[in-house]
């Protein structure tokens, strides 16, 4: 079954139409950019995906689970199978990097050893072992989104869900979560990033599709 | 696991927003002081009114030359009466001396012979101590051969009766005002809480968190500060009592079933009022 299937979904908040006939199937271990200029419902269509939102027509299912049929507890374990990354970090300020990443095992209910084990791993895995101590004041930008990063993939996800992750940093921090992307994606997570930066995933090894005042255009492919 | 959790997570809270946890420590303890000093006086109150009314008895004054013989059987037959506890004879001679002792000898000085009629004094069980119970009892008393007159304190009695009721209303009454009132503050403060905390709870429900967990601590934060602030408030009320009693004399603190009470229900109060506020933000 594929992982992520969206058919025929409009979203409209009161009389403002956000999506409109979108339909987007996603499988196990892939990585699609999603692109489209800020306001084209991008952000919305992510939504739709970790179930904050409900589609207003249409159906979304991720991973098994189908917006007309999941229960307001069952959210909880969906969401714990998916990684979201937002352009802002979402870090909480007053905790450690490692207190960060932990403390998405933690709602888990994981043991200690495996919250232990599990964040040191993430965060080696992004290159930032060796500030684990470190407040998300006293990192960087990129630093700081490497940081979500490993928190997003510390549970283990089947699906990395990326909005505009590089909208706050310069170009070369930026192409380093790109990177990191390309890595946990050939470890077999499936990613969709939205960005409308086009130059960021100029090269990239990953299917395109394109939105547009709520519609979702053909699949553009990857250029080689 | 996720209780520790939970603790340290709402000791956490506690730490980063001290004037938050004050405030709701602080109308909670203030609430219950309120509440408890109410209390205090009703209870006092109440026990002066059980107390007067236990010392309701009937006075069945007697017929002038009763021989000693249906005296005794009249006697017998009163004590055997449903709602009567005890009775006590008092002869002539003895109320002669008991109306010396409160009016002095003058007044019997100037009759030759004692005007005053033997009685007997019954006291009523506990359960009779009523309006009601005691008019019940007299109007037994009433049509006994040798009796000439019945008094008890009709009027009165029914009064009490309805003072003590009008008392127990009243603290009802200000627990429930009380109640609400502290549920409302508890919820309005761990709201201004919640909403600092806010991105927290999203990141939280984010990536995976349950509602109840979300909500855990809080619950517990808010447990906390209603269990302290009812102790302070308890705390309160013994030093106002310490330095209020004397002057007043006899007057009583709270008995322990009382004491406890006010403390469970500031801390019940603390959890539910934590929870209320939650709702709104736990919808992402």
């Known amino acids: ?224 | 696991m996720k209780v520790f959790y939970a603790a340290a997570e709402a000791f956490r809270s506690i730490r980063r927003v001290p004037l938050m946890s004050t405030v709701s420590v602080g109308t909670i303890s203030l609430s219950l002081l309120v509440f408890g000093l109410f209390l205090t006086v009703t209870y006092n109150a109440r026990e002066a009114l059980l107390d007067v009314r236990s010392r309701v008895d009937i006075e069945a004054f007697l017929m002038d030359g009763l021989v000693d013989e249906d005296r005794l059987r009249l006697q017998a037959d009163i004590a055997t009466l449903p709602g009567v506890s005890a009775i006590r004879y008092i002869s002539k001679e003895q109320a002669r001396t008991r109306f010396a002792e409160e009016f002095g000898d003058s007044l019997l000085a100037l009759v030759d012979t004692n005007p005053l009629p033997a009685s007997f004094v019954v006291q009523l069980t506990e359960d009779q101590r009523t309006a009601q119970g005691a008019e019940s009892v007299a109007l037994r008393i009433e049509p006994l051969a040798g009796v000439d007159e019945v008094i008890w304190g009709r009027g009165w009695i029914a009064r009490l009766d309805e003072l003590i009721l009008v008392l127990s209303a009243v603290s009802v009454l200000i627990g429930l005002v009380v109640s609400l009132a502290s549920v409302f503050v508890i919820s309005n403060t761990v709201k201004l809480t919640v909403w600092a905390r806010r991105d927290a709870i999203g990141i939280m429900k984010l990536v995976g968190a349950s509602d109840r967990y979300v909500k855990l601590p809080f619950l517990i934060e808010g447990t906390l500060q209603g269990l302290v602030g009812s102790l302070l408030a308890v705390g309160l009320l013994y030093g106002i009592y310490l330095y209020v009693a004397p002057g007043l004399g006899g007057v009583a603190f709270l008995p322990a079933p009382a004491v406890l009470a006010l403390v469970v229900m500031g801390t019940v109060l603390g959890g539910i009022g934590s929870q209320m506020s939650l709702k709104q933000f736990l919808e992402v």
């Open chain 1, 1 to 224: 079954m594929s992982l992520v299937q969206i058919y025929h979904v409009a979203k409209s908040y009161g009389a403002v139409e956000v999506l409109r006939d979108v339909n987007l199937v996603l499988e196990r271990g892939d990585f699609v950019c999603l692109t489209g200029a800020t306001g084209s419902g991008k952000s919305t269509l992510m939504k739709l995906i970790y179930m904050e939102e409900q589609p207003s027509e249409g159906l979304v299912i991720v991973d098994g689970y189908r917006t007309d049929t999941i229960r307001h507890r069952e959210i909880p374990l969906l969401r714990r199978r998916l990684g979201v990354l937002f352009q802002d970090f979402k870090l909480l300020r007053e905790r450690t990097a490692a207190e960060n990443v932990a403390f998405a095992l933690q709602v888990t209910g994981a043991s200690p050893r495996e919250i232990r084990k599990r964040t040191t791993r993430a965060l080696a895995l992004v290159g930032l072992g060796h500030k684990r101590n470190a407040y998300p004041g006293e990192l960087s930008g990129g630093e700081q989104q490497r940081v979500a990063l490993a928190r997003a993939l510390v549970g283990d996800p089947v699906l990395l869900l990326a909005d505009e992750p590089t909208g706050n940093l310069d170009q070369e921090a930026g192409a380093g979560i790109v990177e990191l992307f390309q890595r946990v994606n050939r470890m077999g997570t499936a990613i969709l990033m939205a960005t409308h930066n086009l130059g960021l995933i100029e090269g990239l090894a990953a299917h395109r599709v394109h939105m547009a005042g709520g519609v979702l255009g053909p699949p553009v492919e990857a250029r080689p």
